[in-house]
């Protein structure tokens, strides 16, 4: 099922970065461009990419412009062809040059957030293991990467630090004692909630197994200790792959029986895509 944004976000998202770019108006555009005079716009994929952004896209121009006639030409989630329209706005001329790069910088975006995350999907078809992201992503911007890593094909991980329990090497630290009495205390103290336990060696994976942890982050490891980890595991927990994951060793890892694989790339990574607005 495709992902959804809550349009009432959507609106707040658009808003505050019309804002931000507009300012006290769009002195170039206004001097220039009669308030009446109207025109059409395509938004042209100069590159193969994975659309996600649209529904911001389209709020930028609805909000300045009352009446914009607009056509979605390759909807969220699929692929677009390099030089192929994705959308045609007919909208005022003020309208489509003010809007222009708000639009465009929500696209290019979140479309190269989607892509990124096609492309790690891509590499483990067939394996059954699940592509994650993380919470490495951009300050204030979280639920809009996280869409367009579900647009991409990719699930979501943690949405922030209250929805799962994840025991780190620090938390180790810092508490004292073993792995299986901070599972212990953790569910004693959120029942409600998922447990994950991060594992950097073998003997911290089979502890956390003993613990009956949720899910265990193998971090770091070799196909040949995830293989091991696995084995110790024998089903008791969920295993989760994470650290130095690329698109070169993504397919070896997925391979080794681990059932999802967390990419900070996804996020963190993902380069622009180039997506341009071409005026009639």
């Not at 108006?25 to 994929?45: C, N, Q």
Request: glycine share 6%.
């Amino acid at each position: 099922m495709r992902p959804v944004l809550d349009t009432a976000l959507i609106r707040e998202y658009v808003a505050a970065a019309l804002a931000e770019d507009i300012g006290a108006g769009d002195a170039t555009t206004e001097a220039l461009i009669d308030a009446s005079a109207r025109g059409r716009a395509d938004l042209i994929a100069r590159e193969p990419l994975m659309v996600a952004g649209m529904p911001l896209a389209i709020e930028a121009f609805h909000q300045l412009d009352l009446q914009p006639e607009i056509t979605v030409h390759v909807e969220e989630g699929h692929f677009a062809k390099a030089d192929t329209s994705i959308a045609t706005v007919k909208a005022s001329l003020r309208a489509l040059l003010t809007a222009e790069r708000t639009a465009l910088n929500y696209l290019q975006r979140l479309s190269g957030v989607a892509t990124q995350a096609a492309k790690f999907v891509q590499a483990v078809e067939g394996t059954g293991v699940k592509i994650l992201d993380t919470r490495k992503t951009t300050p204030s911007l979280r639920v809009l990467e996280k869409y367009a890593v579900q647009c991409g094909g990719a699930a979501n991980h943690r949405r922030g630090l209250d929805d799962m329990i994840m025991i780190k090497d620090n938390h180790l630290a810092l508490r004292g004692g073993s792995i299986e009495e901070a599972v212990a205390q953790a569910r004693q103290n959120y029942s409600n909630l998922k447990i994950e336990v991060e594992a950097d060696t073998l003997e911290q994976v089979a502890q956390a197994a003993e613990s009956g942890a949720d899910f265990i982050l193998l971090d770091n490891m070799s196909t040949n200790q995830l293989r091991e980890a696995i084995k110790l595991v024998a089903g008791r927990a969920l295993t989760e792959a994470s650290g130095g994951i690329t698109l070169d060793n993504i397919r070896a890892i997925a391979e080794t029986g681990v059932d999802a694989i967390s990419v900070g790339a996804l996020t963190h990574s993902a380069p622009a895509v180039d997506i341009a607005m071409d005026i009639m």
